[in-house]
């Protein structure tokens, strides 16, 4: 299959890696600059649990250089899918399917309405993976995909599309109720993830601590309800124990929205917590610990961004101001 990747953070430059290994023919990443230059340059690194490979890879800034493609893997961040999709809307002419891999709620929707076209499918994944440097991807977990389309006529592409992922190595399952499988995420995002961006802690240490782990099983409590209240089927009967369990299993991941706030970027709460609130305002259901998490991760999401952008950066004072803030003079 001819594959693009859209978006060269980590979990696309990890199934870009591993789908070029596998002999797809062309895998070809659409980044950011840094990825970019040092991809063309080195290849695409991957270090970690999957073992050490350097892949020689063809990187590009311009969606406008892809003619033509069966796939396109949309692993941007959720806020970015959009955009990414107008970037792409040239191939959807061209009938070339499209890929939603990312967290959050409704994106893939989003994405259909540009795109204009039904050729959406959506996968969620639970495996770990760390940008450590400009083209160098480590692999710090390998946990399950789940894969399908809210779009019942594109169950034989989404079969398609597992088989080649089994192939590359991805443990990958189909799904014909994605939408449960993108809550049961989403629950799992609610409970782990702004806990771990506001602390600065792994899911381990999450877990470990006790009061840590009654505000996770309180989030997830509360975006359960939400999901029930919609009518979601999840894919688990326990979401608290699955959360938990997750935490658990990944307990040496930096949670993706934790990797955000230590990178100065944005983050994706709008797509995860907020889209829940914003959900559960229309069903007239109280969430009263997401919105307190929900404020407090905007506030740090802020703080960094703009201290990234220098504009907190203040001066150092010299010393005779020190001096004078000392002496009141
Ligand atoms: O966003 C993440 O980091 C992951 O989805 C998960 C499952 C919380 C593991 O860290």
Redesign the pocket.
Known sequence: MKIVIMGSGAIGSLYGGLLCLSGEEVTLLVGRKPNVDAINKRGLRIKGVLGEHTIPFKATQNSEDIEIADLVLITTKAYDAVEAARRMRHLAKKGTYFLVLQ?GIGTEKKVAEVLGSRRVLRA???M?ALMTAPGEVTAT?V?ITELGSHFPENQDMVEEVVAMMRNAGFDVVSSENIEGVVWT?TI??C???PI?ALTGMT?GEIYNDKRLRDLVIKLVEETAHVADALGIELTTKDPVRYALG??KA?SE???????DIQCCKQT?IDAITGEVIRLAKELGIETPLSESVYALVKALESKVTRFEKHEDKLPPLSVDEVERAITGI
């Open positions: 967290n969620t994944t639970c770990g977990g946990g995420k799992v995002n409970g782990i993830n771990g899911n997750t935490a990944t991941n930096i949670n993706s929205m934790l990797q994706e």
